[in-house]
């Protein structure tokens, strides 16, 4: 079923030509025949606006958040003002940089970053190839709690640079097209991807990976957010221009992927009539390229007052054959971590899983449940009808066959697919060399229903499920984390592997 918006057909065929590209990047590269990355021109990892007044980012001064199950399971939904140290508390956790890095593992970095100015620093979510494209800015309204005006967050010194005064927030508030999420709101987050940061390595392949990245850091904060007794409810259907324009941002190089509301009053006043941001970021390359997919793929994405098509109707894929393998329970006292630490702790197994230990299968499950809430995290346009599932592939469970499973969330169980040793397979499928098979418990597979998502949501049905993807992933890293196992995400698989009905 089409929606009453004019997006068109030929704006969907982009997107789904992109996609298509992305599967099939193993065989036919995206990237243009002799490209090779030129380090000596990376872009800046934390971005600096010069001459912008800096503010220490309040510290939230309670440290506990919670376990991961109990967040999950959350309800409460305080209708408390967001604090300055809460907001910082969203950012800081999620995004700021924590602590270096030297570890060895199979990854090409290992000696540049024994050096200082090549050190690798950490933070408290993944990120592809650690890229950190994502920007944050603050836009308060005359209700929140610090001077109103559009502030950009500092990931390197824990620190809002303040880049604009004024009220702006109904600006913003308009800008959702009618609707945030029925929430009121004159305080809002704003998540932007500065692509430069990514493409400059990715290059096409850019656009993919942002837009998992974007996923990844809204998981953390729905965590954090229920850690704070607040359920977010982010905005990914938005007049993306409309918004940049306010930022001072030029859409090919920088723009909005989400707006998050901080519910409080309703924004109060007209904003001021003109763009909020004048101030110049710092930039280092100076020899940036535009890879040829990437405008295309973001222009087809963009919405300008298109109505917000309703979620999807219920219309689950088809189960697979079976009833399947119920799995045991975890016991509640094996979530030993509080969030906060688990955010500080969580990093890439890059090439160090060791099947020294066995994941049982009760922790399989465990994992999984987190894995599969953060598909279903809400959003505007998400509703009760999933838009991706998960999949274990299992290589050394105690107390599962080897084979490949669809996990049923509903009743916890894991319907079997094929039962045979998969090592093989898995080292054959996974295209890069950082990982040894043989050596990981599971491998945990999400498909997504990208025709159904580009049917009814047009082309911004790529960025919803990406965004899904990239959440899972992340609360999959924390679940690992808080239950003490090693996680990391890959989008280096070859997906004529994986593939299987429509899925
Ligand atoms: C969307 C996404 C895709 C990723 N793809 C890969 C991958 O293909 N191979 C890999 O080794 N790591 C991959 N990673 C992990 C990142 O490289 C990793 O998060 C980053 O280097 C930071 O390291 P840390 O997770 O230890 O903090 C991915 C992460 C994300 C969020």
Known sequence: MRQAYPMTEESTQVVREY??????????????????VDWSDAPPKNTTYPGAPMLAAPRWSARQLGRLPDLLAAGDDTDRPWTAAEVSTLASLAYA??????????????????????????????????????????????????????????????????????????????????????????????????FWKNAYKYHNFCYHVVTQDLGALLGSWQLIGRGL??????????ADETINTRLGLVTESESALAVVPLPGPPPTGNPPAAAAVRAARFERSSRAFQPELLAPVHRATLLTTEARPAALPVEPPPAPHGTGLALPELPAQRWRTDLSAALRRRRSSFGQFSRGRRLTAAELGGILRCAAAGLAFPTDLTGPAPLARLHAVVNDVDGLPAGSYTYEPAGHRLTPVRVEPMAGLLQRAYELNNYNMEQVAAVLAISGRLAEALDHFGPRGYRLLNAVAGSSAQVTYLAATSSGWGAAPSSGWTTRCWTRRSD
């Open 19 to 36: 996609a298509e590209a992305v599967f099939r990047r193993y065989s036919q590269p995206l990237t243009p025949p002799g490209f090779e």
């Open 97 to 194: 940089v924590q602590e270096r890095r030297v570890a060895a593992s199979w990854n090409q970095d290992l000696l540049t970053q024994t050096h200082y100015p090549k050190a690798t620093w950490s933070r408290g979510t993944a990120s592809g190839g650690g890229m950190y494209p994502l920007e944050i800015y603050w836009v308060a309204g005359a209700g929140a709690p610090t001077r109103p005006g559009v502030y950009h967050f500092h990931t390197a010194h824990r620190a809002w640079q303040r880049l604009a005064n004024g009220d702006h927030a109904s600006a913003i508030s308009d800008a959702c097209l009618g609707d945030t999420g029925g929430q009121r709101a004159d305080q809002f987050l704003v998540v932007t991807v500065r």
């Open 229 to 238: 007794g607040r359920q977010l409810r982010p905005v990914l259907w938005f």
